[in-house]
């Protein structure tokens, strides 16, 4: 089964930062946090990663608690491009298998 | 720099048959790992393939089974299909290196749709 839980669903304004929270509150002090997303009909796209500090790249910025029993995905400026399926998954080191819960489908509206 | 690459893009079986699914890393990584994707569900891990063994294996059926080429590139089968195989089937390649921690990329997906 899947370590983490996200809602549902989410709705975001075009040009608004989109927030995604996911908790994770099992982690393990080894396990890192990843995002993915999913364009329809297309395989899960890398996001970004991180342990325990906060991290930003060129699409969007995670958030990690200081107790990292949660964690917020931020995509800063949401366009209807980012319309998917995020997935927020906690994985050991390498080698090891990802496992995608349902995660959450983000609509950004026009 | 090509990515992921699957093929067939979609394919259409009948209960009972058999089907094989190809993938090619992206370039310069040596895992490759395949998922099976029901509609409305996460995907879910079949196994992972390095030096062309598997490595692990998720709570699937021996009728899905496995192969890793000198390569890099794998093969999917899946023997005796049911109408519960259809599903997107996809692929994923990493980079397995001691003390380093790397993401995975995966491909587009095979359609598979089995009547």
């Known amino acids: 089964d899947a370590k983490t839980t996200q809602p549902t669903s989410m709705d975001c304004a075009e040009g608004r930062a989109a927030n995604l929270p996911c908790n994770h509150s099992?982690?393990?002090?080894?396990?890192?946090v990843y995002w993915y997303r999913q364009i329809h009909s297309q395989g899960p796209q890398y996001i970004i990663h991180?342990?325990?500090n906060n991290e930003t790249n060129e699409m969007a910025s995670l958030i990690i608690t200081e107790d990292r029993k949660s964690s917020t995905l931020i995509l800063p400026h949401a366009t209807l491009r980012d319309t998917a399926v995020y997935y927020c998954?906690?994985?050991?080191?390498?080698?090891?298998?990802?496992?995608f819960g349902p995660g959450t489908r983000l609509s950004v509206l026009p | 720099d090509a990515g992921v690459t699957q093929s067939p893009t979609h394919l259409i079986k009948t209960r009972g048959q058999q089907v094989t699914l190809r993938c090619s890393p992206k370039?310069?990584?040596?895992?490759v790992s395949w998922y099976q994707q029901a509609l409305g569900q996460g995907p879910q891990f079949i196994f992972q393939?390095?030096?062309?063994?598997?490595?692990q294996r998720g709570n699937f059926p021996d009728r899905f089974s496995g192969h890793q080429f000198p390569n890099y590139s794998s093969e999917l089968n899946v023997n005796a299909l049911l109408l519960g195989d259809s599903a997107l089937y996809l692929c994923?390649?990493?980079?397995?290196?001691?003390?380093?921690?790397?993401?995975?990329?995966f491909g587009p997906g095979t359609r598979l749709t089995v009547t």
């Open positions: 994923a390649s990493s980079i397995r290196q001691t003390g380093a921690l790397y993401e995975q990329y």
């Open positions: 099992t982690i393990s002090g080894n396990e890192y």
């Open positions: 991180g342990l325990k």
């Open positions: 998954i906690v994985r050991v080191h390498y080698g090891q298998n990802f496992v």
């Open positions: 370039s310069g990584h040596d895992t």
């Open positions: 393939y390095y030096e062309e063994e598997e490595r």
